[in-house]
């Protein structure tokens, strides 16, 4: 028994014909609508982001100055060395 060839039930679409996308079938206003839904959200994440690095960066002064007032750890940081003061 020889083997059948099976063909394709759908033929190829020719080069010309794109296949529908999406965004050809939505609504041009729905499309506008997510864009800017889009550019909210990643303009609020920025600012997250910046929110969040501000306060990582007060914490660490505030530990900074916490610090220099502690004589404990400026005994340790200094050198030991003092000779060099004399």
Avoid: Y
Wanted: proline share 5%.
């Amino acid at each position: 028994m020889a083997k059948k060839k099976w063909q394709n039930a759908a033929p190829a679409p020719s080069a010309g014909e794109k296949p529908a996308t999406l965004k050809d079938m939505l609504n041009p206003d729905i499309v506008n609508k997510l864009k800017s839904q889009a550019d909210a959200m990643k303009a609020e994440e920025a600012q997250r982001k910046e929110e969040a690095r501000k306060q990582a960066e007060e914490a660490r002064k505030a530990e900074e100055k916490r610090l220099e007032n502690d004589f404990e750890h400026l005994l340790n940081k200094s050198s030991l060395d003092w000779r060099k003061h004399k």
